[in-house]
């Protein structure tokens, strides 16, 4: 099992920069690819971000260039960094961890842009 805890949301404007943080915790040492995924009001969860234990990232269109994934491995840690915040980034942010067998979600994090 394992537990994730997301941090850093809020409300920005666009242009604006935030940075997201995810701690996991439990069976750590059973996760392969950490990521984050992406849900708007009436839309379905999308994918951002994600990155391996080895570095490998990958990232959805929309945000390449503008969002950073980073994996801190020693410390079950992962981040995106968000900058040139769009209003149409506006969703509510779920970190993810993928063991190979089992997919883990965090509780979600509201991230707003708009002036």
């Known amino acids: 099992q394992v537990h994730l805890v997301e941090s850093g949301g809020g409300l920005v404007q666009p242009g604006g920069s935030l940075t997201l943080s995810c701690a996991a915790s439990g069976s750590t040492s059973e996760i392969n690819v950490m990521g984050w995924y992406r849900q708007a009001p009436g839309k379905e969860r999308d994918l951002v971000a994600f990155?391996?234990?080895?570095?490998?990232?990958k990232y959805a269109a929309s945000v390449k260039g503008r969002f950073t994934v980073s994996r801190d491995n020693d410390k079950n840690t992962v981040n995106l960094q968000m900058n040139s915040l769009k209003p149409e980034d506006t969703a509510v942010y779920y970190c993810n961890a993928d063991t190979g067998e089992h997919f883990y979600w965090g509780q979600g994090t509201q991230v707003t842009v708009s002036s």
């Open positions: 990155i391996h234990t080895d570095g490998t990232t």
